[in-house]
């Protein structure tokens, strides 16, 4: 699945408020957190089924309102903390859509088999010689 931003950006909307940290007046007087908020349900870039898959793999992320929310005050501008908050909604949605590989189930080779055979004999032989000696 490959998401573009321009089509994402289309369907997304933004929250804006005043951040807290580093900035000095600017944090003050600007508002750079930045909130962006994206509805699975009404979007046009995915078809149903992998809209359950994204409800199902990032339910932590949606708000009261059922809108995935995506929350970015590390920039001191808000249009950087709106880029970086789309770049993080397009790397969560690109991971959940991600389809995990079949795992191949596999056998044990002759040569590992004989190998742990061998080691099980030389530790049960290392043992049978520490025993004490009860001769005649």
């Known amino acids: 699945m490959n998401l573009n931003k321009p089509d994402l950006k289309r369907e997304v909307t933004y929250k804006t408020s005043r951040s807290g940290g580093k900035g000095g007046q600017n944090v003050n007087k600007v508002s750079t957190k930045v909130e962006l908020l994206f509805s699975i349900e009404a979007s046009a870039l995915f078809d149903e089924e992998q ?7 990032l ?13 970015c005050d590390e920039e001191r501008s808000q249009y950087l903390n709106k880029e ?15 389809k995990p590989k079949n795992r191949k189930a596999t056998k044990p080779s002759k040569a590992a088999k004989a190998a742990r055979l061998n080691s099980k004999r030389q530790q049960a032989e290392k043992k049978e010689g520490r025993r004490k000696f009860t001769g005649d």
Request: charged residues 30%; proline residues 0%; without cysteine.
């Open 51 to 57: 809209k359950a898959t994204l409800k199902e793999k």
């Open 59 to 71: 339910y932590n992320r949606f708000n009261k309102d059922g809108l995935v929310q995506v929350i």
């Open 84 to 98: 970086k908050a789309l770049d993080r909604l397009i790397n969560l949605v690109t991971t959940a859509l991600r």
